[in-house]
Every structure is written in C-alpha cells, then in structure tokens.
C-alpha cells in the first residue's frame, strides 16, 4: 500500500518518457569527468607531455593517438545525446530550443574534432621540432571545429542563465553566466598567449569548468524532469 502511493504521489517515477529524457541527460552528467580523466591520465604519462605547454588536442598525436581521437569523439557524442535530453526536459520558455542547439553544436565540434586532428607541435609528439610547426588542412579545421564548438557552448552558457535569470533562479543564473564568461576568457588566452604556459593552464582550467557546468546542468535537470516535461 505504501509503494502505491509512492508511485501515485511521484509519477515521474513510473513514466517511461521521463525516464527515456533522464538516460540522455545522464550522458551529459558523465561525458565531461570521462573526458577530463582520460585526458588527465594521458597527460600524466605520455613520454614528452607538459601540461603547462601542451593543449590536449595533440595527445591525438603518435602511437597512442587513437585513445585521445576516441575520447574525443565518444565525449562529443554523449554530448549530442545529452542535448537531446535537453531539449526534452527545458519544455517551453526562453531558451527551451536554443540552448539544446548550442550544445548539440558543441557535441559536433568535438566529434569533428577528433576526426580531423590537430597537428604535432611544441615538441609533442617526442622527436617533434619545437615551435607551432607545420598547419595541414587536418590541423586548419580541427581549430575550425574548436573554434565553432567553443562559441556554441559559451553561447549556451549565456542562453540557459537568461533563462534561470526570468525563472528567478539566480544562483544558477549567475553560475552558468560566470562559466561562460571564464570559458571565454580562457579561449581568448590561448588563441592570442603563443604558446604561454598562463595561457594554456588558463584554457585547460576553462575547459574542467565548462564541463562542470554542463554536469551540474544535466544533473539538475535530470532530478527535476517531470512528465509534463517530456
């Protein structure tokens, strides 16, 4: 009896579309700690890589390229399936197609990312000359990709706090602006720091943030969905 009404008082609980709108969600609270740990962990290990010199993107280079082109490309997936969710669990109101867009935009550029990739740099791979190196065609537009998918969810940030700041939710409001505001501040950085250690540990320090934000956000979603929602 009491089950019952536990189900009769949550019917989110026993709704199949609410579930089928929190499993995309759960992408988006997953796919940044696994990219960042995979990252992370080949940063860590890979002979000749320095964090404070080295963007990740050229993790994608050498006999191990593949688990960084991978990981690229699965993150940018999951991304794409969480904005899916999104779409689904913002409903209507400011934002409500927008923002899943901008996301699904970023989860492209990262998919394209990995399969266009960037080029050997900074003496990375180990025997790689150091300096910028040769640009191939694959180097031009996986920068293209970053770049297309760095705007979008910037864009994404500000779009989802204009919609917490009319819902009244101003903690949230300002985070997600915040996040846009450090994330684009770390992307100017490294694409005008040449190289700068303060540069790339800033831009490396904006990605871990954007994708704690887009964790936070498929989070909070994901715990208030409910069927009028989906």
Known sequence: MT??????????????????TRSLLGYGVIAGPLYVMVSLAQALTREGFDLSRHAWSLLANGGLGWIQIANFVLAGLMVVVCA???????????????APRLVGGYGLSLVGAGIF??????????????????????????????????????????????RFAVAG???????????GT??????????????????NLGFVTGVVIVWAWLSALSLHLYRHVTPEHV
């Open 3 to 20: 089950q019952q009404m536990t189900r009769i008082a949550n019917p989110a609980t026993c709704d199949p579309r609410t579930g089928v």
């Open 84 to 98: 899916t969710g999104l779409r689904r669990a913002l409903g209507t109101g400011y934002g409500a197609a927008w």
């Open 117 to 162: 990739r960037a080029d050997p740099a900074m003496g990375f791979p180990a025997g790689t000359p150091q300096g910028p190196g040769e640009v191939t065609w694959h180097g031009m537009l996986h920068f293209a990709c970053g770049a297309v998918g760095f705007l979008c969810v910037i864009a994404a940030c500000f779009v989802i706090g204009r």
């Open 169 to 179: 939710r101003t903690g949230w409001a300002v985070y997600s602006r915040l996040t």
């Open 182 to 199: 450090l994330f684009l501040a770390g992307f100017v950085a490294v694409a005008t720091g040449a190289g700068a250690a303060w540069a």
